[in-house]
Nanobody
Framework: QVQLVESGGGLVQPGGSLRLSCAAS????????MAWYRQAPGAERELVAR????????NYADSVKGRFTISSDNAKNTVYLEMNSLKLEDTAVYYC???????????????WGQGTQVTVSS
């Protein structure tokens, strides 16, 4: 059973920083990509940042470019999100996502973490 476990959320003042972590565990063949999404109250879930495990290619939502950095440690099946210069509008539940192949020659399946709350408030 594949599990994604997130950590690192919390309360921070505007302009502050937080670092989120997400570790994937369980039986799997490979992880194709890992990403962070977020969902604010009353809003749809949106992509924040994504990184491919092969090549480390990244892409970011325009709203976080220059402030957030996604990185991964493939040996630990872990993805990180370094969030700097946090704004009030960054407040949301942040979800880890991974596209995982359970076996060779099978398609990748989306897995999600349970979510971690990030609150930016003065």
């Amino acid at each position: 059973q594949v599990q994604l476990v997130e950590s690192g959320g919390g309360l921070v003042q505007p302009g502050g920083s937080l670092r989120l972590s997400c570790a994937a565990s369980g039986s799997m063949w490979s992880i194709d990509a890992m990403a962070w999404y977020r969902q604010a109250p009353g809003a749809e879930r949106e992509l924040v940042a994504r990184i491919t495990t092969s090549g480390g290619n990244t892409n970011y939502a325009d709203s976080v470019k220059g402030r957030f950095t996604i990185s991964s440690d493939n040996a630990k099946n872990t993805v990180y999100l370094e969030m700097n210069s946090l704004k009030l509008e960054d407040t949301a539940v942040y979800y880890c996502n991974a596209k995982i192949q359970l076996q060779l020659f099978t398609g990748a399946t989306d897995y999600w973490g349970q979510g971690t709350q990030v609150t930016v408030s003065s």
